[in-house]
């Protein structure tokens, strides 16, 4: 079987559906989209068959990171770093316990593990994840088509016996409903509160711990990431992290010093029928907010700005952002397919970081407030630390009103 499957546009010629091309000898996995585009390649990972958006990710480490990411529930991740496996994968870089994404693209077989703290292959990784792999494709062509097109809907499925029924699997994709509507938090959010008390990793002592807390946060899980609530620990916060359906009575009952409104997937606007009322809620206090991803996009609906969905997303960790309040560029991590409109804003509530890719608005804050947010993943450390100051500042509005 030839090593690259470039994506082949296929004409609808009737009411039955779209020509399919051939199937290469050795072919144990496939893509298809919606518009009837066909992507045969090798299996990996789990012999399953998954639905979801198709997105490209641009960063060259952390794919197992980016895999446990809730915010890539409903996508499958096409990675344009060739050499994806070659750390292998461990039991520490865990966003969460449950990986949301529903498979990944690869160019190359995935690679021989070579590192220390390797503990499985990412293939059997995978497999135990129930995770599938299309690998063998030409992801740099992939992807282009996205950036021209626009995120397409897809069914990734693997087969070890190499049966498929195309028109099945391309029927499924062209019913799926897509993300825009969808609300995933739900579906991603943890479903009581709990505390959390871990604090970052250092290569000697593996995670710490919170030894001498400062600060009483409480964290509203729309999907969020670990390695937030570690970035937070360290800084001395005590974290109560409550669900995506908590009302503002109910977060308000633990007597926050601050509120952090998680990252998270699916369309910000149909999560906002229940968060809306609760970050309203919660403005009415003084109370500092800190928001990231999703958690950005609703507190905009909350403050009165309207999102919209982009037409390939932001996904990679080379995104260049300038931050208007101090007029510096840091290098950030980013994965979101929703943007809040930046001529939407009302007024006391100004951008304050930009998009040096597109100008799109990439972070917010009100005016004479303690409310602010960002689009990136600053815990997400390409930089490595350019965004650590965030959490700084969410701390520092803290201390200020104790």
Not at 102 to 131: M, Y
Not at 296 to 324: C, R, S, V, Y
Request: aromatic share 8%; with cysteine; glycine share 10%.
């Amino acid at each position: 079987m030839p090593t690259d499957s470039a994506p082949t546009n296929n004409t609808v010629s009737s009411s039955l559906g779209p020509t399919f091309p051939p199937q290469p000898e050795g072919a144990t996995a496939v893509l298809v989209l919606a518009d009837g585009t066909v992507l045969w390649g090798r299996g990996a990972g789990a012999e399953v068959t998954r639905v979801g958006e198709v997105c490209f990710n641009t960063a060259m480490t952390g794919y197992q990171e980016i895999m446990t990411d809730p915010s890539y529930a409903g996508q499958m991740v096409t990675f344009t770093f060739p050499h994806i496996g070659n750390v292998g994968a461990n039991l520490e870089d865990l966003e969460t316990t449950t990986p949301s994404a529903c498979g990944c693209i690869l160019r190359a077989d995935i690679t021989e593990p070579s590192n220390f703290r390797a503990v499985s292959h990412l293939d059997g990784w995978l497999k135990a994840q129930g995770l599938p792999a299309l690998t063998g494709v030409d992801t740099r062509q992939l992807s282009r088509r996205i950036r021209n097109a626009g995120a397409p809907n897809a069914v990734l499925s693997h087969r070890a016996d190499g049966q498929f029924d195309l028109h099945a699997l391309w029927e499924q994709a062209r019913d799926w409903p897509g993300l825009e509507g969808m609300d995933l938090a739900k579906d991603v959010s943890c479903t009581q509160a709990y505390d959390w008390s871990q604090s970052d990793w250092s290569l000697k002592d593996g995670y710490g711990t919170l030894k001498d807390p400062k600060y009483k946060v409480v964290a509203i899980d729309f999907g969020i990431k670990r390695n937030i609530l570690r970035r937070l620990a360290t800084l001395g916060c005590e974290i109560t992290v409550l669900p995506a359906t908590a009302t503002a009575d109910e977060v308000l009952a633990h007597k926050p010093d601050g509120i952090f409104l998680s990252n998270g997937p699916g369309d910000p606007a149909a999560t906002g029928t229940y968060a809306v009322p609760m970050i309203q809620g919660i403005l009415k206090t003084d109370t500092p907010v800190f928001g990231i991803c999703l958690g950005h996009q609703m507190l905009a609906l909350a403050l009165g700005a309207k999102t919209a969905k982009m037409h390939l997303g932001h996904h990679g960790a080379n995104h260049p952002i300038k931050d208007l309040t101090t007029n510096k560029v840091e290098i950030t991590s980013q994965n979101h397919g929703f943007v809040v409109d930046k001529d939407s804003l009302p007024k006391g509530v100004e951008g304050t970081h930009f998009s040096l890719f597109d100008g799109s608005l990439a972070g917010l804050q009100v005016t004479g407030r303690p409310v602010f947010s960002v689009q990136y993943h600053p815990e997400a450390s390409p930089g490595p630390q350019d965004s650590h100051y965030l959490f700084n500042r969410f701390v520092d509005l803290m201390a200020a009103r104790l």
